[in-house]
């Protein structure tokens, strides 16, 4: 029989389980998801994806779906999001590796709020990890309920800002020793090609839909055109695929009447395309102010701001959670929701005023380095190895 310390070595070595929605879907959490499976698997160490789908037809193993076309670990399973029996499959499925990271998102698992996820993580027999996208500042019963117990079944939780740490210790009741800050990761999209563009740039980027407050950016670009040459603004990204699905390109084609309404249609490039990391670097690069006029009060990550922060290009975003700990004192603007008149007072500044663009793009260069993936996947690493050394060899044996 395989000694005890022989066994602590084989399962402190780490093999990951990934639980998550995943490439070739095409979202936020997908692509993050992608993108840590394959940082923390690379120089050959073992890992699966159990991929979580909204469709109902495409259960078991399905090919490997790395992010983007880049290498990640193999999709081992399928769990459909549409079925309420399909959580055991899932959970056998994690428990073949050493440690399983679990994404979690209301709404993404089947269940009201997807409170599948909760069973699969009371059978799992390997310590998980689950990273928390979304805490409420206001939820619902059930969503509290529903968080505190995942909280209870998890061996630690990640959050990625001390904002969304300091909403769940203090809005829930959770254990806080299991609760770690780790940053949303990104490329290195710094080192990308820095395009010179005749007329100064403006860039929103992300699945678009109701929320993202793109009617407001708009409205501040029409207040811009006195400025010579006058902006232009990019706005990047697909309709996300719940948006499409219930209402189309509603959104989409109420930004295009706007535009016409207010005279800048000529300024506005619409890019309808989910981008490849090569290309949405050079798309960032190209820009001199990255905009988020988002309308909500609650996001408490957010991707795009991280990949804007740690290329070196200013942001003006509205208050929202995750802006307001990033770029207070730091490398942007922030101003008001639904303030069309503030967001064109802080992009006129950034383009204007001498020195501002460099000041912000300076206060990045010692924040870049520690939200870039490879240093972000050590933290997840370390993170495996403490959560594994706390289970006992035997428990560790148990789950063999």
């Known amino acids: 029989m395989e000694a005890a310390d022989n066994r602590k070595a084989r399962y402190m070595s780490g093999t990951y389980g990934f639980l998550s929605t995943h490439p070739p879907t095409q979202c936020g959490l997908a692509t993050f ?79 009201p709020d997807g409170a599948d996820v909760l069973p699969l993580l009371r059978e799992l027999t390997v310590p998980s990890i689950v990273v928390l996208h979304t805490v409420l500042a206001d939820p619902t019963a059930r969503q509290k309920a529903l968080l505190e117990q995942i909280v209870a079944a998890a061996d630690a939780v990640v959050t990625m800002t001390g904002t969304a740490r300091d909403r769940l210790l203090i809005g829930y009741a959770v254990d806080a020793a299991k609760v770690t800050v780790i940053p949303h990761g990104t490329a290195d999209h710094a080192s990308a090609p820095a395009e010179t563009r005749p007329r100064p740039h403006l860039l929103t980027w992300g699945l678009l839909g109701p929320g993202k407050g793109i009617e407001w950016a708009l409205r501040a670009v029409a207040r811009l055109r006195d400025l010579h040459p006058n902006p232009s603004y990019t706005i990047a990204g697909r ?83 995750h802006a307001a700990e990033l770029l207070t004192d730091g490398p942007g603007l922030l ?63 148990a789950s063999a």
């Open 239 to 321: 309709t996300h695929p719940k948006v499409l699905a219930h209402h189309g390109e509603t959104y989409r084609e109420g930004l295009h009447r706007l535009a016409a309404l207010l005279g800048i249609s000529d300024a506005v490039d619409y890019q309808p395309v989910y981008f490849d990391e090569t290309n949405l670097g050079r798309l960032i690069r190209s820009a001199d102010v990255v905009v988020l006029p988002y309308d909500s009060h609650e996001q408490v990550t957010s991707g795009v701001l991280i990949e804007a922060v740690a290329a070196g290009v200013p942001v003006v975003a509205t208050h929202f959670p």
């Open 335 to 397: 101003v008001p929701h639904q303030d069309p008149a503030a967001l064109a007072a802080a992009i006129r500044r950034v383009l204007t005023e001498p020195g501002l663009a460099a000041s912000l793009a300076g206060r990045t260069r010692s924040l870049a380095p520690t939200l870039l993936w490879p240093a972000v996947a050590a933290r997840y690493a370390a993170l495996a190895k403490r959560v594994l050394a706390a289970r006992p060899p035997a428990a560790a044996a």
């Open 33 to 111: 998801n992608s993108a840590l499976a394959a940082h923390l698997t690379a120089g050959g160490i073992s890992g699966g994806v159990v991929r979580v789908t909204a469709g109902g037809d495409d259960h078991g193993r399905v090919p490997n779906a790395g992010p983007l076309g880049a290498p990640g670990p193999d999709v081992v399973h399928t769990w459909s999001a549409r079925s309420r029996t399909g959580w055991p499959a899932a959970a056998m499925a994690l428990n073949r590796f050493d440690v399983a990271i679990v994404q979690h998102e209301y709404g993404i698992y089947s269940g």
